[in-house]
């Protein structure tokens, strides 16, 4: 079987497996948790899209989370527009910003762009909370509408995790579709080295905005799905720390991992339900999770548990050969 | 308040807060210049220099000045373990990697503190006194003459340093060309671990002396930090003057649009300051532009 066969053969299964998780959890809270892991990983894979492949830093994600989220919430509680339609509008309002903003941040690299990234995200943040007339400033803005499709209505923990989970693993299709094509290669070459790519005629300084306005659309479409199921989002969600929570679970889980993506998503979902006792130690495991991950394991979580089958594999092989 | 006299209290809390800025950023261009990182968690020991300091006044009751020493002493010691743990075993690391390292270790930096201080915000109280002088309409606290001063010592102390001795000249080598510098004997290793005991020591410091002004708490830690890099990106990395004039248009910047266009957009005001120059001059205003070996 050829590796592109394999790879779809996998996300076959994981689909599988995600679209029956529900029927073996009927009621439970944990439902509403994989809900929101469904948004994080969606999230993550965009931001895995700048960050793994094209080796782009970005500190600012959250900001087109938000602004997705806020255009979708402010059109259909002040203008009344259909939340589909909204989110449309969201998701062309915010990859128009990335485009736009894209060519002059994507001339920087390293710390520069980290610093710009996380500038913007900051004035982005600072703008959701002083817009008070739009936003709802600090105290948020409610009454958000679910989204529906004819009668059957979003509102409810199993019909949400359907719609957020089908949007996602869109996304991680995408994704994988994405790293299996021309423009994947590239994006990788221009990750390993700009200049080497630009010898050999990848248009990197065009590849690199169009996949920055990519991962913004599909941040912002995620926020969208975020203000809908939610109906209710203030701007403490769209700032620095998620940001930096995003980057977190895309280095822990992996650069360039779509699985990856999930397995961080989900485990700094996961967090703080599991520390409920130790609820202030978050942060310090952030910042330790990230420092020690990024020294002795780069490849992140799933290169660890790919070394793991590797290392178990062999002993079994080692056990049979004796044997 | 009349405006002249408006203008002049904003342009003195504009220079008072353009002198912690250009502290900070000598902090990012010292460990830049000796190492080629940009050094993320610089902002966490300014706040550790103030949260430490309110720690041995309130706490343990000590006099201001061993409480200061104390804090610088201790904030430095982090310096040195971060540089030990987290920098020395990366050296050849991809930069995105030491990025990363580094947003890790001022997260981690920031709960630790959380953990051990609470959410609170402290004031340290002024070194001396509260009496307000009155120059050109402006009140000037004693603070600010404090502020003033020790910057001024600073950066003489800092020019002294780089400039007249053979360590400052060392690690100036080292920022140059490090193989070079290791080629004639000089102890690359060593002048990394300066740079990072003279950042934490000077940005704790910085932190100290805003504190009575601004109080301090866990996470004042970002946004000191960012404004320090802003600082020295306007004065294009350097450890000298164009770091202090980055610092203090930065400072006025702000303050004069904080007053004259919109105080609540204040830090956003910073920040469009920063895309600005990212975008139009990276190497600041002071530079002449680089070249760069591919």
Same mark, same amino acid.
């Given at each position: 079987m050829t590796k592109e066969k394999r790879q779809i053969l996998i996300f076959l299964f994981f689909a599988a497996a995600v679209l029956a998780t529900p029927l073996f959890l009927k009621g439970s809270y944990f439902l509403n948790v994989l809900v929101f892991i469904g948004i994080n990983t969606m999230l993550a894979v965009a931001l895995n899209l700048l960050l793994g492949y094209a080796g782009q830093i970005s500190l600012g994600h959250a900001a087109f989370f938000g602004l997705g989220a806020y255009i979708s919430g402010i059109l259909t509680t002040r203008f009344a527009i259909d939340p589909w339609q909204a989110m449309g509008l969201a998701g062309f309002c915010s990859a128009g910003l990335a485009f736009v903003i894209g060519f002059p941040i994507l001339k920087l690299k390293g710390h520069y762009l980290a610093m710009a990234t996380l500038g913007f995200g900051i004035i982005m943040y600072i703008t959701f909370n002083e817009t008070v007339g739009w936003t709802g400033g600090p105290s948020g803005l409610s009454g958000i509408p679910n989204l529906h499709i004819g009668s059957l209505i979003f509102d409810n923990d199993w019909n949400n995790y359907y719609l957020i989970w089908i949007f996602t693993l869109g996304v991680m299709l995408l994704s994988i579709n994405l790293s299996q094509s021309r423009i994947g290669r590239a994006l990788r070459a221009i990750h390993d080295s700009e200049v080497a790519a630009r010898v050999m005629g990848v248009n990197a300084r065009v590849l690199k905005v169009q996949i920055f306005t990519v991962s913004a659309l599909l941040s912002a479409i995620a926020g969208s799905l975020y203000a809908h199921t939610m109906t209710f989002i203030s701007p403490v969600a769209f700032g620095f720390n998620f940001s930096v929570e995003l980057v977190t679970m895309v280095i822990i889980g992996g650069l360039g991992s779509i699985y990856g993506s999930f397995l961080g998503a989900a485990i700094l979902t996961m967090l703080p339900e599991l520390l409920r006792v130790f609820k202030d130690f978050d942060i310090v495991l952030y910042g330790l999770m990230l420092i020690l991950i990024t020294m002795y394991m780069p490849g992140g979580l799933i290169s660890g548990l790919s070394m793991l089958a590797k290392f178990v594999a062999s002993k079994i092989r080692g056990k049979q050969s004796n044997a | 308040m009349d405006n002249s006299s408006q203008l002049a209290q904003y342009i003195l809390s504009g220079l008072s807060n353009g002198a912690i800025y250009a502290l900070i950023g000598f902090g990012f261009a010292i460990i830049h210049n000796a190492t080629g990182i940009i050094n993320f968690a610089q902002g966490e020991f300014v706040m550790l220099g103030g949260m430490l300091t309110i720690f041995f006044l309130v706490f343990l009751q000590l006099p201001l000045v061993p409480?200061? *020493?104390?804090?610088?002493?201790?904030?430095? @010691?982090?310096?040195?373990?971060?540089?030990?743990?987290?920098?020395?075993?990366?050296?050849?690391?991809?930069?995105?990697?030491?990025?990363?390292?580094?947003?890790? *270790?001022?997260?981690?930096?920031?709960?630790?503190?959380?953990?051990?201080?609470?959410?609170?915000?402290?004031?340290?109280?002024?070194?001396?006194?509260?009496?307000?002088?009155?120059?050109?309409?402006?009140?000037?606290?004693?603070?600010?003459?404090?502020?003033? &001063?020790?910057?001024?010592?600073?950066?003489?102390?800092?020019?002294?340093?780089?400039?007249?001795?053979?360590?400052?000249?060392?690690?100036?080598?080292?920022?140059?060309?490090?193989?070079?510098?290791?080629? @004639?004997?000089?102890? @690359?290793?060593?002048?990394?671990?300066?740079?990072?005991?003279?950042?934490?020591?000077? &940005?704790?410091?910085?932190?100290?002396?805003?504190?009575?002004?601004?109080?301090?708490?866990?996470?004042?830690?970002?946004?000191?930090?960012?404004?320090?890099?802003?600082?020295?990106?306007? &004065?294009?990395?350097?450890?000298?003057?164009?770091? @202090?004039?980055?610092?203090?248009?930065?400072?006025?910047?702000?303050?004069?649009?904080?007053?004259?266009?919109?105080?609540?957009?204040?830090?956003?005001?910073?920040f469009i300051i920063l895309l600005l120059i990212l975008f139009v001059r990276p190497e600041g205003l002071f530079k002449k532009k680089e070249t760069q070996r591919v």
């Open positions: - | 409480a200061i *020493a104390l804090a610088i002493t201790l904030a430095t @010691v982090v310096g040195i373990v971060f540089e030990r743990l987290a920098i020395r075993p990366l050296k050849n690391a991809k930069p995105l990697s030491l990025i990363i390292i580094t947003i890790g *270790a001022s997260i981690f930096l920031r709960g630790a503190a959380m953990l051990i201080w609470g959410k609170d915000t402290h004031a340290l109280p002024p070194f001396s006194g509260n009496d307000p002088l009155y120059i050109a309409g402006a009140t000037i606290l004693p603070q600010h003459l404090w502020i003033f &001063g020790i910057s001024i010592l600073i950066i003489i102390l800092n020019k002294a340093f780089f400039n007249f001795t053979i360590t400052g000249k060392a690690m100036r080598a080292c920022a140059y060309n490090s193989y070079a510098a290791s080629l @004639v004997g000089i102890d @690359v290793k060593i002048m990394v671990l300066l740079s990072f005991v003279i950042s934490a020591a000077i &940005g704790s410091m910085a932190g100290i002396i805003i504190a009575p002004l601004t109080m301090t708490s866990y996470d004042v830690g970002i946004m000191l930090g960012l404004k320090g890099f802003i600082a020295v990106i306007i &004065g294009g990395m350097s450890s000298g003057l164009g770091t @202090v004039l980055g610092g203090l248009l930065l400072g006025l910047l702000e303050s004069l649009g904080a007053g004259y266009i919109s105080a609540s957009y204040k830090d956003a005001i910073a």
